[in-house]
């Protein structure tokens, strides 16, 4: 089945520093890549995604890359704010039969220090 | 619009006790639905997926069951309730061709 590694598992930076979050995933078959953003308590919900016909995707001061030949995949976020602090997961789909599974990194937690 | 429900919010079970956890899906048909596992601080791990009704795949052995009576209904039981059970259980449900969504989550506590 599929694996995906993500790392770092904690990540600090200073208010208004960039942030990068890398992953890996292992089965060449995966085409959807999104990320999930978890506050404390709360449910995981997506904040960006990635499709694999995309090398990189945008939206305001969050972007996504992906490079299908090293199978790896990246979350930046730019000019960090402290409600950026939470728990973030990025994930592989992939069909199998008929459903599509979502695999999830083991998440990172970012603390954004004012 | 797609929502999801999940119920009940939080939970405190003593050990050996049955669990029934419902999950409701709207605004879709024939989704693919799911239960994860979180422990605290640690990632989601995938018990059951369903890719329709009665269709059941288990992930990892466990002392848990799911079941999908209905399309859009997702539920996972124990007949006997572990310590070790005690996690963050997240309901989800997957569209074609779209993301994920979460349920609000149960926290179950086995005391």
């Known amino acids: 089945g599929e694996n995906v590694e993500q790392h770092p598992s904690t990540l600090s930076v200073q208010e208004g520093d960039s942030a990068v979050i890398k992953c890996t995933y292992s089965d060449s078959a995966s085409n959807y890549f999104p990320w999930y953003k978890q506050e404390l308590g709360k449910r995981p919900q997506l904040i960006i995604d990635i499709r694999s016909n995309v090398g990189e995707k945008k939206d305001q001061r969050i972007a996504v890359t992906l490079n299908k030949t090293a199978k790896h995949f990246s979350l930046h976020i730019t000019e960090t704010q402290p409600e950026d602090s939470a728990v973030y997961f990025c994930?592989?789909?992939?069909?199998?039969?008929?459903?599509?599974?979502?695999?999830f990194g083991s998440g990172t937690q970012l603390t954004v220090l004012p | 619009s797609q929502t999801i429900h999940q119920w009940p919010a939080t939970l405190v079970q003593p050990v050996g006790s049955p669990l029934s956890l419902e999950c409701t899906v709207e605004g879709t048909s024939n989704p693919n639905l799911y239960w994860y596992r979180q422990a605290a601080g640690r990632g989601l791990q995938l018990l059951f997926y369903s890719v329709g009704i009665g269709q059941i795949s288990s992930e990892v052995p466990q002392n848990l069951s799911a079941s999908r009576p209905q399309d859009r209904q997702f539920i996972l039981s124990s007949k006997k309730l572990l310590l070790s059970d005690s996690g963050f259980y997240l309901c989800a449900f997957k569209g074609r061709d779209t993301e994920a969504f979460f349920g609000q989550g149960t926290r179950l506590t086995v005391v």
């Open positions: 994930a592989a789909s992939i069909r199998t039969g008929s459903a599509r599974q979502l695999t």
